[in-house]
């Protein structure tokens, strides 16, 4: 039995294969997850029904599970149709989830098209798509090492 809260047993498997700067994109619901997997990434969905689940679930989780050096979130555009003025609410809730755990980061954001870029690469190991229909709430996590 697993110590830690994550009991998906893919996810599990993907995480025990990943070292250290592998990538796990926690996807929301509008992300394009199918076709922007890096050439190494697997594609978990969980996304049953809107907010089934959200980013800030699967992150809390995750953080249980492996050790993480930093979160980038994707930026967030303000003249697009979609865009925003300000940061996304769930990007609070990342910061409480991120403290929660023992983290001494903050998120930092990547330029939409950038973001694109950077999850298609060969370190890119995992994207799990959520049901989270907030926008621009994508995480990309960089898998650190165990210290004990």
Same mark, same amino acid.
């Given at each position: 039995?697993?110590?830690?809260?994550?009991?998906?047993?893919?996810?599990?498997?993907?995480?025990?294969?990943?070292?250290?700067?592998?990538?796990?994109?926690?996807?929301?619901?509008?992300y394009?997850?199918?076709?922007?997997?890096?050439?190494?990434? #697997?594609?978990?969905?969980?996304?049953?029904?809107?907010?089934?689940?959200?980013?800030?679930? *699967?992150l809390? *989780?995750?953080?249980?599970?492996?050790?993480?050096? #930093?979160?980038?979130?994707?930026m967030?555009?303000?003249?697009?149709?979609?865009?925003?003025? #300000?940061?996304?609410?769930?990007?609070?809730d990342?910061?409480?989830?991120?403290?929660?755990?023992?983290?001494?980061?903050?998120?930092?954001?990547?330029?939409?098209?950038?973001?694109?870029?950077? *999850?298609?690469?060969?370190?890119?190991v995992?994207?799990?798509?959520?049901?989270?229909?907030?926008?621009?709430?994508?995480?990309?996590?960089?898998?650190? *090492?165990?210290?004990?």
């Open positions: 039995m697993l110590l830690h809260r994550l009991i998906h047993p893919e996810i599990n498997r993907i995480l025990g294969r990943a070292g250290h700067h592998a990538k796990i994109l926690i996807a929301d619901g509008h394009p997850a199918s076709t922007t997997l890096g050439p190494n990434a #697997e594609l978990i969905h969980l996304n049953l029904a809107p907010n089934l689940l959200t980013c800030a679930q *699967v809390e *989780v995750i953080l249980s599970a492996v050790p993480i050096d #930093e979160i980038n979130t994707m967030y555009e303000s003249t697009d149709p979609y865009g925003l003025t #300000e940061d996304p609410k769930a990007w609070n990342f910061r409480k989830i991120i403290r929660g755990a023992g983290l001494q980061f903050d998120l930092k954001p990547i330029p939409k098209w950038d973001f694109y870029k950077v *999850v298609n690469t060969p370190d890119h995992l994207t799990i798509q959520t049901g989270d229909t907030e926008r621009f709430t994508n995480l990309l996590l960089s898998i650190g *090492v165990r210290l004990d």
